[in-house]
């Protein structure tokens, strides 16, 4: 099996590949260079591919600077663009494409979500996730099945959100942000790679698919489960201006609430094996690269 990947050095790129990889997939990266390079190159390296798997973005856990945000638009959105456009010129195009979104696309607040909700946000991840999807979508019109995974906060040894989190709450410094009433709909890392390992061999998937654990969880709770996972004392807030202080605008993804659960992979028969934060949060410390103290 041949697997076009964008954004392989990416977080869930490098699990990815490493999984594939043990599976003797053959693999074709597809750089930034690349994209640079123009459409004869991206046409030649996905003709005869079997599944292009597209996790282009640029990482948002940074300032949000005018500049980041026409970053983040333009590594997700124009890419996703570029991509399909090669698809249309490849003698031989994909069967599938699997392409990335975030459960960003709906509003903030306690409401749950599911995939049988429309996105219905109206801040600039909302419209970034919106248009990150319909472009993905113009491949449908082209022949290529498309699924359209939106990701939860992915959680996980080695990157994401957890390798900022993990020393101040190794020093028992961690602890709820502002109120710490927001919802957190989250995944472990290795539920996510075999969700996309199972997506690729099940041919009944269609459409879009929320890949988040059945038991989502407040930031409170969150903050309290990591501590108990490194058997340290969770107690101490972060104040919400002082992320605004250091991510400006960016700061809002970080205090939002999204409820969102997923119906459509279970119902389909895909079961986690981490569902429970706790258990989920001590596999990650407990690895060697989760330095979890004596």
């Known amino acids: 099996m041949r697997v076009v990947i964008t954004g392989a050095t990416g977080f869930v790129g490098r699990h990815l590949i490493r999984a594939l990889n043990q ?144 020393p101040p709450f190794q020093m028992g410094l961690g602890g709820p942000i502002g109120s710490g009433q927001q919802m957190m709909s989250w995944i472990h890392i290795d539920d996510l790679i075999a969700a996309y390992l199972w997506a690729v061999a099940e041919e009944s998937l269609n459409g879009v698919y929320h890949l988040c654990a059945p038991h989502p969880v407040t930031n409170r709770q969150f903050a309290t489960a990591l501590g108990a996972a490194l058997q340290r004392p969770a107690w101490l807030p972060l104040p919400v201006w002082v992320l605004r202080l250091l991510f400006g605008d960016g700061a809002e993804v970080m205090v939002s609430s999204h409820h969102v659960t997923s119906s459509r992979l279970p119902a389909a028969g895909f079961l986690m094996r981490y569902p429970q934060i706790g258990p989920a949060l001590e596999s990650i410390v407990a690895s060697p690269s989760g330095c979890k103290l004596p």
């Open 23 to 166: 599976d003797r997939a053959e693999i074709v990266s597809i750089s930034r260079q690349d994209f640079a390079a123009g459409p004869d190159l991206l046409c030649k390296l996905i003709d005869g591919a079997d599944v292009v798997i597209n996790l282009s973005g640029e990482n948002i856990n940074q300032r949000w600077t005018t500049a980041a945000k026409r970053r983040f638009y333009e590594s997700r959105v124009a890419t996703t663009r570029l991509l399909v456009n090669a698809m249309a010129g490849a003698e031989s195009p994909p069967r599938l494409l699997i392409s990335t979104s975030a459960i960003g696309a709906f509003a903030d607040g306690p409401e749950p979500y599911s995939e049988a909700d429309p996105p219905n946000g109206s801040d600039f991840l909302a419209h970034l996730a919106r248009d990150w999807e319909a472009e993905a979508r113009r491949a449908e019109q082209i022949g290529v099945k498309t699924l359209i995974f939106r990701l939860g906060l992915v959680l996980g040894r080695g990157g994401g959100m957890m390798q900022s989190l993990l």
